[in-house]
Structure formats: C-alpha cells, structure tokens
C-alpha cells in the first residue's frame, strides 16, 4: 500500500509514511542530511518570518526550531504558490471559487530539514457542485 497516494473522504493527502521513511534513511546513514536539510531561500524566509511552531523537536537535528508553513497552488495563483499566514487569506482563497490546494510543509529553523506533512484541497468548485 503507498501510504502517500492514499487520500481521504475530505481529500487530504498525508505524507506521514514518506516522511518517516525519509527520516529512517537519514538517521540509518543510508542518505546524506544535506541531502534533506535543503530549504531553498524562499522557504526559509518564509519559515523565519511566518511559521508555526510544531510541538515536536526536528527529526534531523533534534533543536526546537521546527514549523510549519502552508502554500495554496492553484489557478491564478502563483507558480511557486502563495504562502498562507493567516485565516482571513485561507478564507479568501475559499470563497474565491477556483481550483486551489493547500501543501503543508514543516521546516527546521535550525538545520533546514524540510518535507511536505499533508495537502488538502482549499477550494475546489467541482467537487462542491457534485455534492450539492
Ligand atoms: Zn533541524
């Protein structure tokens, strides 16, 4: 069973299992933590200046500089998507009508591990017009 394709009635993908797996391989030596601790630029200002904290310590360097930071994709939005900080955007997204989904992806502000923890759909018109 491939826990990442495996959706929800609500449309939410977890990548918990990717994630584990990932991290396993890291601390079995089996990959390089370079290799995982590689937030590109942008998310790093991103996770500096809007994550939310996890209760959790990073499962790569163990420091308490672990967040989380949500990215909408979707039709009219950016490329790179748009990073999500607060509920009034989310809630604006929604009401706009168009395809759009939501990653969310934890960040280490320490050692700059990052990995997609779960997407799920923002708006999504088709699926709203079947169901009503
Ligand atoms: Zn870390």
Redo the contacts with the bound molecule.
Sequence with gaps: MNGRLRGTASGVVSYRLERQRVIDSVLAGERDRNDV?DAQSELKRVAVNHASPLKD???????D??GVVTFAFGLGLPSGGRCITSLREMQRLRRRGRPTRGYRVEV??????NHLRETFPISDPAKRRLLS
Excluded: Q
């Design positions: 601790c310590p990073c499962p790569i360097c163990g420091e500089e672990l280490c502000r320490s050692c700059w591990w």
